[in-house]
């Protein structure tokens, strides 16, 4: 699914956060091992973002859960760190 090329950084929930870097700066593209809030179970699965962020506090992203794609975004928890928040369709 990736397009281009990025570099990464570590967060310390220990989830790797792509950047693709670009003449407007850089971009959150993707993060592997990042945390997914469902059935409050720990998941951990590569996310990947879908467009710029529509809020200051959100990005639209998908991942896949037993072969199935599921939507959300991307938001932070109180530690800074980035995590996948499903949403339900409709």
């Not at 790797?16 to 407007?24: A, S």
């Amino acid at each position: 699914m990736q397009k281009y090329s990025c570099s990464s950084r570590s967060q310390g929930d220990g989830a790797v956060l792509w950047f693709v870097d670009w003449i407007g700066g850089s971009s959150l593209s993707k993060i592997e091992n990042c945390r997914v809030n469902l059935a409050g179970e720990d998941w951990r699965r590569t996310v990947y973002t879908m467009g710029e962020p529509d809020t200051f506090f959100s990005q639209p992203a998908i991942c896949k859960i037993r072969g199935c794609r599921v939507e959300g975004f991307v938001t932070c928890d109180d530690n800074g760190d980035l995590y996948f928040q499903h949403q339900y369709g409709g």
